[in-house]
């Protein structure tokens, strides 16, 4: 009877060691759950995961021929309408530089300030091994190359292939439109009128009240583009008139009619837009920020974007700071003309000076 309870005891030792053996082998085994708010670390991203974390194209070009310029108003040329296509395509906003030094657009290559360059080169200038070139082959012959230039990586191709992949796809569409929009056929220059001083025959005008207000004008030339394509006899569905399309309440407090001039047009609208700037809250005061929203007051009114502000704040999110925050509360058309308002008054500041 001693020795099967002997035994038993022993089994149970036994037993109970295995047991904790293999779960002691399972604990070490068991790997820590990864933290959900983990970041990954910007080093391990692609040239291509680069940009789309950041949202935004940085290229560069130079001003040979029609690379890229301001027509009637508008960003235009053959290299912008590549651009704009690729970035667009990639789900980036596009950051377009003017440097007519090829040396000097190599070296922004190389140090980042620039992902991209895109313009026409000579010859001897093509041949840099430490960069990457894309030749496109344009339906003319020329002395000049366009190109696509990016700095050279072995380990990383992700942004070659996806301009690879991407010329391939906009080859198909017809890349010989877009040279002959700029470039027609039978000769030798383009037949487009361009003016690289002016944004529009309003330009001294609208220097004059920019002055007045300390704004550059070259952003209140793309309101005026945006609400009226520089057209002084402009008058809308909803009734606004003129320039800046301001509404008949608003022509009737600056006291302007439908017979004013231009200059008494871009007054009062310049008028309105310190109104606005002074009336915000001074807690937007970041001028860039406050820039955004007096633009956001100028399409629907100061009322509904201090609704904007409030509606922004009860959902917990910054009511001073415009993107990605008071932006996701506003109207379409707002959001809209504040991005397509910016995005021209980018364009204005690398083509034209101040």
């Not at 840099?128 to 030749?135: K, V």
């Not at 003319?140 to 690879?164: G, Y």
């Not at 009737?252 to 915000?280: T, V």
Request: charged fraction near 30%.
């Amino acid at each position: 009877m001693k020795s099967s309870f002997t035994f038993l005891l022993w089994v149970c030792c036994v037993l109970f060691t295995l047991m904790g053996c293999q779960l002691n082998k399972e604990k070490k085994e068991v790997k820590p759950a990864p933290d959900p708010e983990e970041v990954v670390p910007l080093d391990t991203l692609t040239a291509l995961e680069h940009l789309q974390e950041r949202g935004v194209l940085r290229a560069v070009t130079n001003r040979r021929h029609l690379n890229y310029r301001l027509i009637e108003g508008r960003p235009a040329g053959f290299q912008f309408e590549l651009l704009d296509d690729f970035s667009e395509r990639l789900g980036l906003r596009l950051d377009l530089l003017v440097n007519d030094s090829i040396n000097e657009c190599y070296r922004m290559l190389s140090e980042g300030s620039a992902d991209l360059f895109a313009g026409i080169i000579d010859s001897t200038e093509f041949n840099d091994s430490s960069f990457w070139h894309l030749l496109i082959e344009v339906p003319r012959k020329m002395d000049e190359k366009f190109v696509w230039i990016t700095p050279e990586c072995d380990a990383d191709t992700s942004l070659q292939h996806a301009i690879n992949n991407w010329m391939e796809a906009y080859e198909k569409k017809g890349i010989r439109n877009s040279f002959f929009r700029y470039f027609p056929r039978g000769t030798a220059q383009t037949s487009i009128m361009i003016d690289d001083q002016h944004i529009s025959p309003y330009d001294d005008i609208i220097k004059k009240e920019a002055a007045r207000i300390n704004w550059d004008w070259r952003l209140i030339a793309s309101i005026i583009y945006q609400e009226s394509r520089f057209k002084p006899d402009l008058e809308s569905s909803m009734g606004a008139y003129g320039l800046m399309q301001l509404m008949p309440v608003v022509m009737e407090n600056y006291n302007i009619d439908y017979d004013s001039p231009p200059e008494d047009q871009i007054r009062a609208g310049g008028k309105l837009l310190r109104h606005f700037e002074d009336e915000l809250p001074e807690s937007i005061c970041d001028s860039l920020e406050r820039q955004k929203f007096v633009l956001a007051s100028y399409n629907t009114g100061l009322g509904n974007v201090l609704e904007i502000r409030r509606k922004t704040e009860n959902d917990g999110k910054d009511p001073d700071v415009w993107d990605d925050n008071a932006e996701l509360y506003c109207p379409r058309q707002t959001y809209r003309f504040v991005r397509d308002v910016l995005e021209r008054y980018s364009h204005y500041k690398a083509l034209i000076e101040p």
